[in-house]
């Protein structure tokens, strides 16, 4: 019989939960009217990159997948090969932007964009990294 995580585990894991709900609810709010705006949800994957953006709009992108990924990363990937995190926890973000991403193409109200994936890709390639490098900085001091 395996044993529970410890405490601080299950905590990042229930952190982790709670990024997940504000990462969707920010990526989809206001939530209605549902109804198809293109040809397809995944339109703006052929769109090429949006001619007008923010600064803003790309750290805020970045940042709340790193964080999103370093939470996964600390809460989920803690026993894993770092690299086989890495991979993991980057490709289950990005898949994730990719579902939130099309889910736009369904409100009026927001836009998808190709750079949006690209760049919350980019924020999870970036925190899950950082949380391998802290997992395995953790178990070589038998954390």
């Given amino acids: 019989m395996e044993r529970p995580p410890p405490r601080t585990q299950t905590l990042t894991r229930a952190l982790g939960l709670l ?3 504000g990462v ?3 990526t989809l709010y206001p ?3 549902w109804r198809l705006q293109a040809a397809s949800p995944f339109a703006f994957l052929g769109a090429g990159l949006p001619r007008y ?3 803003f709009d790309i750290a805020s992108n970045l940042l709340a ?3 999103l990924a370093l939470i996964c990363s600390l809460g989920w990937a803690a026993r894993q090969a770092p690299l086989t995190g890495i991979a993991v926890v980057s490709a289950a973000c990005s898949v994730l932007s990719l579902g939130l991403e099309s889910a736009q193409g369904y409100l009026p109200t927001r ?3 190709l750079l949006d994936w690209l760049d919350n890709s980019l924020g999870a390639l970036t925190g899950a990294s950082l949380g391998a490098v ?3 900085a953790a178990a070589a001091a038998g954390c």
């Fill in 134 to 136: 802290l997992n395995r």
């Fill in 65 to 67: 997948y790193a964080v």
């Fill in 24 to 26: 969707v609810f920010a």
């Fill in 31 to 33: 939530f209605g009217p």
């Fill in 19 to 21: 990024t997940l709900a």
């Fill in 53 to 55: 953006w923010t600064g």
């Fill in 111 to 113: 836009v998808p964009s």
